[in-house]
Nanobody, 123 residues
């Protein structure tokens, strides 16, 4: 079994910063892609930032220049540094990882989600 545990959400004033963390634990062989999503009330879940196994990163236009995704493979952890936060960034943030697990039949890959962490930005 693999679990993803998120931390770092909270309440912050507009212009402030937060750093989210997501750590994977369990029967892990390797972590391939990592991503952060968010979902505001009444909205669909949207991809905010992603980090591929080759080191490339991508961001939704609304967070470019303000958010930074990073990863520490040795710790099975990824981060989302969020600066210059805006009220429209308010949402529940979810991490997702594509992980290969150890098994007697090989190293199959699965998708895992974190439990979500609330980020609220006040104006």
């Amino acid at each position: 079994q693999v679990q993803l545990v998120e931390s770092g959400g909270g309440l912050v004033q507009a212009g402030g910063s937060l750093r989210l963390s997501c750590t994977a634990s369990g029967n892990i062989n390797s972590i391939l892609d990592m991503a952060w999503y968010r979902q505001a009330p009444g909205n669909q879940r949207e991809l905010v930032a992603s980090s591929q196994g080759d080191g490339s990163t991508n961001y939704v236009d609304s967070v470019k220049g303000r958010f930074t995704i990073s990863r520490d493979n040795a710790k099975n952890t990824m981060y989302l540094q969020m600066n210059t936060l805006k009220p429209e960034d308010t949402a529940v943030y979810y991490c997702k990882m594509i992980i290969t697990i150890l098994s007697i039949s090989g190293t199959p890959r699965f998708q895992y989600w974190g439990q979500g962490t609330q980020v609220t930005v006040s104006s």
